[in-house]
Every structure is written in structure tokens, then in C-alpha cells.
């Protein structure tokens, strides 16, 4: 037989029912909080090494080189040398490499796949970039953005020597016969490939400053060569 009391129904918990915890709120955030830190932590740090313009110390004295991206070939200065060459840098093995970049006309990359090197050079713009070179020998730069016709061939050869070498070569160089100034750069920056590797002397280290202040006046960009990439006008119907 049933008794004739009734059990008491429990009592719902409510929002005033619950005491507030600051150890367990801290250990809530906190989770959150270091995994946030700590991968930031790590973007900031890896961010800063794979700086294009982060110092790469090397052995003997930094070499300043200009790069110009031109319509298709690629132009390399050496204000301190007094010398330029088109299509070909040649450097010393274990130097710094102080790149100073910009473009002629279109954007461009500048790329040499064995020194792990991309970064973009723009016209009116300068861009840094430090390499080293450890090892003498030949290696292959190239442009790494679509330019037009003649991107394929716009590559160069990059010369790794001696540092004792070094000094010769400049020397060489210097003796060319061939001079590089705004005249004669003006005809350069024509559209079209070099299959050459032309060297001049530099008769003013200022010159890649005036190309990058744009006080010579940037190439119009490349145009088509070939019919191939024209649109036609009045094709026929397909379907």
C-alpha cells in the first residue's frame, strides 16, 4: 500500500544558484590565450628572419648591385664599380649581396631559384633584397611574373667566382668600350630580348635613382609582337 505522502520534487538550478569561480575562469581563457601568444610568437620571429632585406652577413666587403627589369632583358649595376652589365651578374663567393630592385615598365620578379630568392620589382618603387653566394660556379636567374612576348627568354646567367677574382673581373669590365648613361639607356629600355650579355661603364652611379624617381620617364610596357594573343573582330560562327 502506497503511503500518502509525496516525494518533493528537486529544486531546478538557477543562474543565482552558481558561485563564481576565478581559478576556473582562468583556466578557461588561459587555454585560448597562450595558443595565441604562442603562435604569434612564432609568426613575428619567422616573419622577421625571412625578411628580404634582413641582413646576410658574409666574408670581405658587401657588394652593391641595381637590378632594372626591362622589356625583356634584365639591367644590373654596380654604382661602386662603376660598371653594368645586361643578362649576366657575376659576384663573389661568400660576399654580401645588397640588391636594390625596380622596374622599367611592368611589374616584374626578380628570381634566382638557388639562392631561394622571389621578390617582386615595381616601376617608381625600390625593393631590397640581401643574398650570398657560397659556393663558385654558374646559375640560373630568371623572371618569375608574365611580361609579354618575350618573358621566356628574359633569364640571366649569374656568375659566382673568386673574391680574387672579383677585382679582375671588374677591371675587365671597366675597360669596355660600350657606355651606359641616360642616352644610351633610353635605347636599351626599347622592348625587345638581348641575346647577348653586353658590359658598359657607368658614367653616372645616380642613374638607377633617376629611374626609380621616374625622372626618366618609364617604357610604355610591352606590347604584342605576334597576332597570336590579338582578338579577332567578325569570327565566325562556331556552333
Known amino acids: 500500500m502506497r503511503s500518502g505522502f509525496a516525494r518533493p520534487i528537486p529544486k531546478r538550478a538557477s543562474s543565482r544558484d552558481f558561485v563564481y569561480s576565478g581559478r576556473v575562469e582562468m583556466v578557461v581563457w588561459a587555454i585560448p590565450a597562450l595558443t595565441v601568444i604562442l603562435l604569434g610568437g612564432v609568426a613575428w620571429i619567422g616573419s622577421h628572419r625571412l625578411d628580404p632585406a634582413a641582413p646576410v652577413p658574409g666574408t670581405g666587403s658587401p657588394v652593391r648591385i641595381q637590378a632594372v627589369s626591362l622589356d625583356w632583358k634584365w639591367l644590373f649595376i654596380y654604382p661602386d664599380q662603376r660598371i653594368a652589365t645586361v643578362n649576366t651578374l657575376t659576384v663573389p663567393a661568400g660576399a654580401e649581396l645588397n640588391f636594390q630592385l625596380t622596374s622599367s615598365s611592368v611589374m616584374n620578379v626578380f628570381f634566382i631559384p638557388q639562392l631561394g630568392s622571389m621578390i617582386y620589382t615595381m616601376n617608381g618603387m625600390v625593393t631590397k633584397l640581401n643574398l650570398r653566394a657560397d ?105
Open 135 to 239: 659556393n663558385e660556379g654558374k646559375l640560373q636567374g630568371l623572371s618569375a611574373h608574365f611580361s609579354g612576348d618575350g618573358f621566356p627568354d628574359m633569364m640571366f646567367d649569374v656568375n659566382v667566382i673568386s673574391p680574387l677574382a672579383f677585382p679582375d673581373w671588374v677591371a675587365s669590365t671597366a675597360k669596355s668600350d660600350a657606355v651606359l648613361n641616360e642616352e644610351s639607356y633610353k635605347k636599351l629600355m626599347q622592348q625587345g630580348i638581348e641575346r647577348g650579355r653586353p658590359t658598359y661603364r657607368l658614367e653616372d652611379p645616380r642613374l638607377f635613382d633617376l629611374i626609380a624617381t621616374q625622372h626618366i620617364p618609364p617604357g610604355p610596357g610591352p606590347e604584342l609582337l605576334s597576332d597570336a594573343g590579338r582578338p579577332h573582330s567578325g569570327g565566325h560562327d562556331a556552333r
